[in-house]
């Protein structure tokens, strides 16, 4: 059983979230929850792991384990019943460099790329950065919820729209897409010729009673032919660190045209500790998943009481997937900057405002779920003494 109560002290240790955060707002006594980034400890077999390769003393190029296919293969296997060839995996560092490179393999600069809106900003990143245009297409909101706006995207693709980039679940808005948008979607790419480059990064954070479906279910093979799937450990073992991603490719052709750009780039072994990663957690850290989620789970029942109470007028978004709530703090505050003010300079509590995920979102927050309960307490405990003051 993890110990998730007990508060992992990552200041000093170069963590991008907090050390990194504390130099941008200038002050060490803020609380982050921002960044997608859990405060929990990785599982024990992983430490072991680390701890294992580290004793060995020699630290030279690595070669992939064949566990890491295998394991690969039965994890999708076993979690979201879709067979995957071993042959059809591929190994990247991160998943926002295999985008970026997918795009550079597939497609050429002036180019459009379709994004929805919110969207995790990295991603649109990777288009720009390679010359690409993101042709940006909000998503409908529906009540506590959103949807994909189909007739938006059928009006705004064009003869230069090439590749499409889907989140699932999606960041920041927690929506698991049913197999009827899945399939909707496949059938538009089809229709349009479009390569889609699909992130299932937070596949493993479902929230109890709903469900994750992958992409990789549609099995038309006209759309399986251009299909990329991009995953990783990283989220569900709290593995950034280590660097350590994949993609599903079924059509050889494409896993040719990403291994060429792997090979431009000089990407050739991954780390020893990549592969101690690779190799360890979906062979056996299953346990982990089941008791991570179910924390998250209480901590979004804790945060949403609480906000409820504090917040009159506050609208928290229907969560399904992610370790993420997204917040609508429009009739709260007169505009994002005072809610962003108040957040960081009244009750030195860090967050991700919704304009960091798209213009038309200003007024919404991102807030990571995945802290110790006594940490959310201590926020809670801020928020009303700010409100006080």
Same mark, same amino acid.
């Given at each position: 059983?993890?110990?998730?109560?007990?508060?992992?002290? %990552? /200041?000093?240790?170069?963590?991008?979230?907090?050390?990194?955060?504390?130099?941008?707002?200038?002050?060490?006594?803020?609380?982050?929850?921002?960044?997608?980034?859990?405060?929990?400890?990785?599982? *024990?077999?992983?430490?072991? $792991?680390?701890?294992?390769?580290?004793?060995?003393?020699?630290?030279?190029?690595?070669?992939?384990?064949?566990?890491?296919?295998?394991?690969?293969?039965?994890?999708?296997?076993?979690?979201?019943?879709?067979?995957?060839?071993?042959?059809?995996?591929?190994?990247?560092?991160?998943?926002?460099?295999?985008?970026?490179?997918?795009?550079?393999?597939?497609?050429?600069?002036?180019?459009?790329?379709?994004?929805?809106?919110?969207?995790?900003?990295?991603?649109?990143?990777?288009?720009?950065?390679?010359?690409?245009?993101?042709?940006?297409?909000?998503?409908?909101?529906?009540?506590?919820?959103?949807?994909?706006?189909?007739?938006?995207?059928?009006?705004?693709?064009?003869?230069?729209?090439?590749?499409?980039?889907?989140?699932?679940?999606?960041?920041?808005?927690? %929506?698991?897409?049913?197999?009827?948008?899945?399939?909707?979607?496949?059938?538009?790419?089809?229709?349009?010729?479009?390569?889609?480059?699909?992130?299932?990064?937070?596949?493993?954070?479902?929230?109890?009673?709903?469900?994750?479906?992958?992409?990789?279910?549609?099995?038309?093979?006209?759309?399986?032919?251009?299909?990329?799937?991009?995953?990783? *450990?990283?989220?569900?073992?709290?593995?950034?660190?280590?660097?350590?991603?994949?993609?599903?490719?079924?059509?050889?052709?494409?896993?040719? $045209?990403?291994?060429?750009?792997?090979?431009?780039?000089?990407?050739?072994? *991954?780390?020893?500790?990549?592969?101690?990663?690779?190799?360890?957690?979906?062979?056996?850290?299953?346990?982990?998943?089941?008791?991570?989620?179910?924390?998250?789970?209480?901590?979004?029942?804790?945060?949403?009481?609480?906000?409820?109470?504090?917040?009159?007028?506050?609208?928290?978004?229907? %969560?399904?997937?992610?370790?993420?709530?997204?917040?609508?703090?429009?009739?709260?505050?007169?505009?994002?900057?005072?809610?962003?003010?108040?957040?960081?300079?009244?009750? %030195?509590?860090?967050?991700?405002?919704?304009?960091?995920?798209?213009? @038309?979102? @200003?007024?919404?927050?991102?807030?990571?779920?995945?802290?110790?309960?006594?940490?959310?307490?201590?926020?809670?405990? /801020?928020?009303?003494?700010?409100?006080?003051?």
């Amino acid at each position: 059983m993890m110990d998730f109560d007990t508060p992992v002290v %990552r /200041r000093g240790t170069d963590c991008a979230k907090w050390d990194t955060f504390d130099k941008i707002y200038g002050g060490t006594d803020l609380i982050h929850v921002g960044c997608a980034d859990m405060d929990f400890k990785s599982p *024990p077999e992983v430490c072991q $792991a680390f701890a294992d390769a580290a004793a060995h003393g020699v630290f030279g190029y690595t070669d992939l384990s064949d566990d890491f296919y295998t394991g690969v293969a039965s994890w999708y296997q076993r979690r979201h019943q879709v067979k995957i060839g071993t042959d059809e995996i591929m190994f990247t560092p991160r998943i926002n460099i295999a985008c970026g490179l997918c795009i550079e393999a597939l497609t050429r600069p002036g180019d459009e790329v379709i994004l929805n809106a919110p969207a995790y900003p990295p991603l649109a990143q990777a288009a720009q950065d390679n010359g690409r245009f993101i042709i940006e297409t909000p998503f409908r909101e529906e009540g506590d919820s959103f949807v994909l706006d189909l007739e938006s995207l059928e009006a705004k693709v064009s003869a230069k729209t090439k590749f499409m980039i889907l989140v699932n679940p999606h960041n920041p808005t927690t %929506r698991c897409w049913t197999v009827a948008e899945l399939q909707q979607i496949a059938d538009f790419c089809v229709r349009h010729d479009l390569y889609l480059f699909c992130d299932e990064i937070h596949a493993d954070f479902i929230k109890a009673g709903c469900s994750f479906h992958s992409i990789l279910e549609i099995s038309d093979p006209a759309f399986q032919s251009r299909l990329i799937v991009a995953n990783s *450990p990283a989220k569900t073992f709290n593995v950034m660190g280590a660097l350590a991603a994949y993609l599903i490719i079924r059509n050889p052709k494409l896993r040719q $045209a990403f291994y060429r750009e792997m090979q431009r780039i000089g990407e050739h072994n *991954p780390s020893l500790f990549a592969n101690a990663v690779l190799k360890t957690v979906y062979q056996h850290c299953e346990y982990y998943v089941a008791e991570v989620n179910a924390y998250i789970d209480q901590n979004e029942l804790f945060i949403r009481k609480e906000f409820a109470r504090l917040f009159p007028g506050l609208e928290i978004k229907r %969560r399904e997937g992610t370790y993420l709530l997204w917040m609508d703090f429009r009739k709260v505050f007169a505009s994002e900057e005072q809610m962003f003010d108040f957040f960081l300079n009244q009750a %030195r509590v860090e967050v991700y405002p919704g304009s960091h995920f798209g213009r @038309s979102f @200003s007024g919404f927050m991102r807030f990571n779920l995945a802290e110790s309960r006594s940490t959310l307490q201590e926020i809670i405990e /801020r928020i009303e003494k700010a409100q006080k003051a």
